[in-house]
């Protein structure tokens, strides 16, 4: 059998994974990245692995198979890197419709056989001395299969094995045009070179709409530069400071996690409306204060606690908040890979979609996600979000 010639666009976590997997099942795999490695969403993510608030049952099912994928990796590899922490996940709610909603996604959870456990405040307090749980709180929830991935080792990690599979990444390389034929696909780039081959994978994040417009195709997005809370999210990168939590935390107004070096990372959804990429907010801007503020509530300590710096965090959506992955076009030369949540499903998702464009077998956890449904359409076709800041809508 020939060796297939396969060109992936983006060097995020998605692309990154489809281009390691194809790679290694023996394609000749060239990445084209407009920026360097990371430039996208993957470096302005809060990294939570989980299936935690994940609907309808084919997305839940997907995404709690990633994680386990996830796990495989982590303790398959070979080298020093150790990008994924198994810390499990914390989880109250303080208000009556919150609690309710809580209780009710622990009772969806539990039906499915997503491992959650009840927790005692003071079980949690033996746990992570420095946490208060309010007198609001309603019952505190553990999701011991959670985790927490580290996405600049996990990249790293990813383009080493590029290079043990023989894989090419080329960096500063700016796909312009995309065509193909029956027998062949083409890539030019804004540097004059071309590249021609068998297929092409688009793994641009957000960008995605832009590269299936270069063929031509209307991709439903919701627009990444929309400064709302359904686009846009802050993240709040603190200097280090006095706690021993590990785990990820979901608490009411304020989702902390661990980010080395006793770092925490704070993401506070209510306030996402404001965020605006255009507009960034400073540390000490009303955003910067109200997460400083949440922080001494939620834990002692925190008196001298910093923030460093606040991030706007782009989505890459499709305009139902499912993933699209599948061929684009009758002649199945050019493959499409975007989805929200690509911190959680990146690794599985990368394997499957390698299999489908190599051995043109699709797999029945795709089935819900091929993305005829977003083309020829806009994010007006579909309905407007209503759960998306409830707060495990990751
Ligand atoms: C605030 C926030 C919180 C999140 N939290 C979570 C979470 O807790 N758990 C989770 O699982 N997911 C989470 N996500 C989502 C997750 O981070 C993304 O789904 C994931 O990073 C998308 O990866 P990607 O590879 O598709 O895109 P990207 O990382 O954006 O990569 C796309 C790459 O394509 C390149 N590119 C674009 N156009 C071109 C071109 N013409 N030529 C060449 N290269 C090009 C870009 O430079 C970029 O490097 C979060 C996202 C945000 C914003």
């Known amino acids: 059998m020939s060796v297939k010639k396969i060109?992936?666009?983006?060097?995020?976590?998605?692309g990154l994974s489809v281009a390691r997997s194809l790679a290694q099942q023996g394609a000749k795999v060239t990445v084209f990245e407009r920026s360097h490695v990371g430039a996208g969403t993957s470096s302005t993510t809060f990294a939570w692995i989980n299936s935690n608030g994940?609907?309808?049952?084919?997305?839940?099912?997907?995404?709690?198979?990633?994680?386990?994928?996830?796990?495989?990796?982590?303790?398959?590899r070979t080298t020093e890197g150790h990008w994924l922490k198994a810390t499990g996940t914390y989880e109250w709610a303080a208000g009556a419709p919150e609690q309710k909603r809580l209780q009710d996604r622990v009772s969806r959870l539990l039906e499915l056989n997503y491992p959650v456990q009840n927790l005692s405040a003071d079980e949690l307090k033996r746990k992570v001395p420095?946490?208060?749980?309010?007198?609001?709180?309603?019952?505190i929830w553990y999701f011991p299969g959670e985790c927490l991935l580290v996405p600049s080792v996990f990249m790293a990690w990813l383009v080493s094995e590029l290079h043990v599979h023989n894989a090419e990444l080329k960096t500063q390389s700016e796909v312009t045009e995309l065509t193909e034929e029956k027998n062949r696909a083409e890539i030019s780039?804004?540097?004059?070179?071309?590249?021609?081959?068998?297929?092409?994978?688009?793994?641009?994040?957000?960008?995605?709409?832009?590269?299936?417009?270069?063929?031509?195709?209307?991709?439903?997005?919701?627009?990444p530069n929309q400064p709302n809370k359904i686009a846009c999210g802050f993240l709040g990168y603190t200097r280090p400071v006095?706690?021993?939590?590990?785990?990820?935390?979901?608490?009411?107004?304020?989702?902390?996690?661990?980010?080395?070096?006793?770092?925490?990372?704070?993401?506070?959804?209510?306030?996402?409306?404001?965020?605006?990429?255009?507009?960034?907010?400073?540390?000490?801007?009303?955003?910067?204060?109200?997460?400083?503020?949440?922080?001494r509530k939620l834990f002692n300590n925190m008196e001298m606690a910093q923030l460093e710096r606040i991030a706007v965090g782009q989505r890459s959506r499709p305009a139902d908040g499912l993933p699209g992955l599948g061929y684009i076009s009758g002649k199945r030369r050019i493959y499409l890979m975007v989805t929200h949540s690509g911190m959680t499903l990146?690794?599985?998702?990368?394997r499957l979609c390698a299999e489908e464009i190599l051995h043109d077998k699709r797999s029945s956890l795709l089935s819900d996600f091929s993305p005829e449904r977003l083309l020829g359409k806009t994010a007006k076709d579909f309905p407007a979000f209503t759960t998306l800041h409830f707060p495990a809508a990751q």
């Open 7 to 14: 060109a992936v666009i983006g060097a995020g976590v998605l």
């Open 54 to 76: 994940k609907t309808p049952e084919s997305y839940h099912h997907l995404n709690a198979l990633a994680i386990d994928e996830h796990i495989r990796l982590q303790q398959e």
């Open 130 to 139: 420095e946490i208060r749980v309010g007198s609001h709180a309603g019952d």
């Open 189 to 223: 780039l804004a540097n004059g070179e071309r590249w021609q081959g068998d297929s092409i994978v688009i793994a641009a994040g957000r960008w995605s709409a832009e590269l299936a417009s270069l063929l031509g195709q209307q991709l439903a997005m919701i627009d």
């Open 242 to 295: 006095l706690t021993q939590l590990q785990a990820n935390l979901i608490t009411p107004g304020l989702n902390v996690r661990p980010e080395g070096g006793g770092r925490l990372l704070l993401q506070c959804p209510d306030l996402d409306s404001f965020a605006n990429p255009a507009n960034p907010a400073p540390v000490d801007s009303y955003i910067g204060e109200e997460m400083h503020k949440r922080l």
């Open 346 to 350: 990146g690794p599985l998702i990368g």
